[in-house]
């Protein structure tokens, strides 16, 4: 299974081009099962120009497969502890948001699909399986 960042959903819906973009359309060509986190619906959401976008963006993201954390408290504690494995080996994450999002994939066993200096990054320090 494969989670698709906010930086490739943005990508793909502005239409612009990248090897991240290309991927994630063969992903829908082939219909290959992806989901997204609660964090990256909200991302992707937010970034709407008008409320006739937002809508559409809301009506297809909610009807993909959501990947939450496992535990409310332990993947919010193993996500901090991402953050401080990185930032041990000189690596500062700039979003905690995004280490959520790696420690949920971790969880699900999911490779993550991205276009994100960061996560490319933070995969030198932890196991993160980038598709």
């Known amino acids: 299974m494969i989670l698709v960042d906010t930086s490739v959903l943005i990508d793909f819906f502005k239409k ?3 090897g991240s973009v290309e991927k994630f359309r063969d992903i829908l060509k082939r219909d290959i099962p ?5 964090n990256i619906f909200q991302e992707v959401l937010q970034g709407a120009r008008s409320q006739k976008d937002y809508n559409y963006l809301k009506s297809y993201l909610e009807t993909q497969i959501f990947y939450i ?3 409310p408290i332990e993947s919010f504690a193993q996500a ?3 953050y401080r494995n990185c930032r041990i080996k ?3 994450p700039r979003s905690t948001i995004d ?13 993550l699909l991205h ?7 933070m995969a030198e ?3 993160l399986r980038i598709y």
């Open 34 to 38: 992806f989901g997204i986190t609660s």
């Open 16 to 18: 612009n081009e990248n």
């Open 115 to 121: 276009n994100d200096k960061d996560f490319e990054r």
């Open 69 to 71: 954390p496992k535990n």
């Open 90 to 92: 000189g690596i500062t």
């Open 125 to 127: 320090v932890i196991e």
């Open 99 to 111: 280490c959520l999002i790696v420690q949920i994939a971790i969880e699900h066993d999911l490779f």
């Open 80 to 82: 901090a502890q991402l």
